[in-house]
């Protein structure tokens, strides 16, 4: 999640205001060059709208924009990005900001409508330079090479300055080779993922972010949403479940020929979880190979992230509210509806939010459970 407090505004202020019934909203657009400099603001938009998918595999952040042909000429749509920003009006009269993202235009489709000509513009955010990305000839990492070295020079390589990963001193264990064509984003994510960090995600100014992979139960929440008298909330919140085929038992194997496989299990013994091995009183398995990992603690620790992973998908919510800007990838959120009997954390796994005033945001959350 963003930071809230902004400028000489706290966090609490912010909240407030968030929740007060008379909100004063408005968007703006800027018009960035290839190296995310600004260069001009974009006055035309009609309309556009932001989401956001965490689990998504490549691009997790996409953008439609609705811009008059009149301002469009202004663009140089195979290098210029834009960047939209959320703002609030505060009780005393000044405002705060909130960026959305920082977005590659894709070709714009050309519209008439009562004399005037519009362009409806598809976004996605820097993760499409990777996707595109491809390598040339066969990719060889050596043995004993450092993880962050090797993501850090691939990002460099396709052009990405703006890096924030985590720093680690692990190496990899084994020689990995890549065929010609494989996407720099595919070889990225399968390295970050042999370390338990989390995919490569851009956050809203354009920095490639990952981090180590933090079990939710272990994390703070980061934001409440209630149905109390100064709730955000609209009605028709839905909860899902699905029991049936939760798996209670977890078994990874690393193997390389190179190496002696490795192996990870986890067991859900809790007999609070409804899908525990006591609870259901039968075993039910999930069983992965990797290709490769780091070493036998990483390997232990993906195994209990699969294992609360594929716990989570049992219990999720849908759910809207009135625009809220500062989301961002996998927010920790409180949730509680007296109607529902729902009071629990959530990892927030999408949102989507329409830039005009009024509009409403829409969320879905996985639960946090413990096993």
Same mark, same amino acid.
């Given at each position: ?24 909203? @408005? ?5 960035? +060059? ?6 001009? @603001?974009?006055?035309?938009?009609? /309309? ?9 595999? /490549? ?14 000429? +202004? ?26 993202? %920082? ?64 720093? *680690? ?6 020689? @990995? ?33 990952? @981090? ?19 709730? !955000? ?11 049936? +085929? ?16 490795? !192996?990870?299990?986890?067991? /859900?013994?809790?007999?609070?979880? !409804? ?36 716990? &989570? ?25 007296? *109607? ?8 927030? *796994? ?5 830039? &005009? ?11 946090? %459970?413990?096993?």
């Amino acid at each position: 999640m963003q930071e809230i407090a902004q400028g000489q505004y706290s966090k609490d202020e912010i909240i407030k205001m968030l929740h007060s019934p008379s909100r004063v909203i @408005k968007f703006r657009y800027d018009l960035l +060059d290839r190296n995310d400099k600004k260069i001009g @603001k974009l006055d035309s938009v009609l /309309n556009g709208e932001i989401t956001m998918n965490s689990l998504a595999i /490549n691009i997790k952040r996409t953008g439609k924009f609705k811009i008059k042909e009149s301002e469009f000429k +202004d663009i140089d749509w195979l290098n210029d990005k834009v960047q939209p920003f959320c703002m609030f009006k505060m009780p005393d009269g000044g405002w705060i900001e909130y960026p959305m993202g %920082i977005f590659l235009l894709s070709s714009p489709t050309k519209k008439e409508k009562n004399s005037v000509v519009y362009r409806d513009i598809e976004a996605y955010d820097g993760l499409k330079i990777l996707l595109d990305d491809k390598f040339d000839k066969r990719y060889t990492i050596q043995e004993k090479s450092s993880y962050l070295k090797v993501i850090t020079d691939i990002l460099l390589g396709a052009g990405v300055t703006k890096i924030n990963i985590t720093e *680690t001193d692990l190496m990899l264990r084994t020689t @990995k080779e890549f065929e010609i064509g494989t996407e720099k984003l595919r070889v990225i994510n399968e390295l970050l993922q042999e370390i338990n960090y989390t995919s490569l995600w851009v956050d809203e100014n354009g920095h490639y972010t990952a @981090k180590p992979y933090i079990l939710p139960n272990e994390r703070e929440v980061e934001y409440t949403y209630a149905d109390d008298e100064l709730s !955000v909330m609209y009605p028709g919140i839905e909860e899902e479940l699905d029991l049936f +085929d939760i798996p209670n038992k977890f078994v990874i194997v690393a193997s390389n020929p190179e190496n002696l496989p490795l !192996v990870s299990r986890y067991e /859900n013994l809790n007999p609070r979880s !409804v899908t525990s091995i006591p609870s259901r009183q039968r075993v039910i398995v999930d069983y992965r190979e990797v290709d490769d990992i780091a070493n036998q603690k990483a390997l232990d620790e993906y195994t209990k992230r699969i294992a609360y992973e594929a716990s &989570q998908i049992f219990g999720y919510v849908n759910f809207n509210t009135a625009i809220v800007p500062f989301h961002s990838y996998s927010d920790l959120l409180e949730i509680k509806n007296s *109607t529902l009997g729902i009071e629990s954390s959530y990892v927030e *796994t999408s949102w989507r939010m329409r830039l &005009q005033a009024g509009a409403q945001m829409e969320h879905t959350a996985r639960r946090v %459970i413990q096993i």
